[in-house]
Each structure stands twice: as C-alpha cells, then as structure tokens.
C-alpha cells in the first residue's frame, strides 16, 4: 500500500469513528468501506462478532418473541455474557453442547465456554457458517445416550422463561 492510500484508509478510519462505528468490518463493499451491518446492525452475536474463537462467561438465559410484530410468536432462548453486550440465540446444538456439562440451566451462570466460529454450519439446508460452543471436558456428562440429552435439553429450555 502507498502512502496515498494510507493516508486514504486514515481518513476512512476517522470518518468511522466519528460516526461511532467499528473499525472491524465484514463483508466489506470495496466502493463504500461500508457494510450492510455498518447501517442495520444485528441484535444478536453472530460470527463476524467473533475473531476465531473466545472464551466467555455466562451471563443468563432469557426466552424472547423472535417474530415479526404481524407474525405469530416465535420464542427462541438467548444467551447473555458478561463481555458482550449482544446475545446470542441459542440453537439446538450450542443448547445441547452446554446441557451436557451442566444440565440445570440454574448452573449455567458464571461457566466459562468457548465459542467459535465455525464455517461449515448449516441452516435451511445451506452452509452459512455460524458460531459453536465448547465447554470444558471436565463438565461433560458421561454414560448419557444423545436421545437422554435431547430429551432432557428440549424439557429444561421449555421450562426455562426467565433469566438465572
């Protein structure tokens, strides 16, 4: 890069901050520097929230309305941590992950998870890439089959509407 365009990107840098906005993007349209999420950004934590992987400390859990205000409700549990602002909408799959190693949801404020971002997660049957959670090996629970996990997963978060 040649000092014209450092001193370009300089400029671009400052014009970000002045407007508030991160100098991390993802995505980025090369005309503008801009990205859709610099105009809307998301409510929740996604993968371009995350550099790689972070380990995090639980928060909460909280059950929220996830539908359009003409749409019928749809509830989905989101995950609070102490280092971010944002939640992160909890899937089967994260949910189960952590279920395993603390199967009381009352237990799981204050544990540390990893997450990650991980590439190849699907959703409506394409690869959009999204986050994972890992939790610590010791808290894995063994001699439990996936069928016992599911069932017990789908039981706890059902009964689960409140914060810790």
Do not use: C
């Not at 190849?120 to 394409?126: F, P, S, T």
């Not at 994972?132 to 629970?141: A, C, D, L, T, Y």
């Amino acid at each position: 890069m040649n000092d014209e365009a450092w001193a370009r990107q300089d400029h671009e840098h400052e014009q970000y901050l002045a407007a508030g906005l991160p100098l991390t993007r993802s995505k980025k349209d090369t005309n503008m520097g801009m990205t859709l999420d610099d105009f809307s950004p998301s409510k929740y934590l996604k993968k371009e929230d995350i550099d790689g992987e972070v380990i995090v400390t639980i928060k909460g859990i909280k059950k929220q309305n996830m539908a359009r205000d003409d749409a019928e409700p749809e509830y989905k549990h989101i995950l609070y941590f102490d280092e971010y602002e944002k939640g992160m909408v909890l899937n089967k799959t994260n949910g189960k992950r952590i279920f395993n190693a603390y199967p009381n949801t009352d237990q799981w404020k204050g544990k540390k998870i990893r997450l990650t971002v991980d590439e190849n997660v699907e959703y409506a049957g394409k690869i959009v890439g999204g986050l994972r959670v890992s939790v610590p090996k010791g808290g894995m629970i063994a001699g439990k089959t996936s069928e016992e996990i599911n069932r017990e997963f789908d039981r706890a978060v059902s009964d689960s509407d409140t914060p810790f």
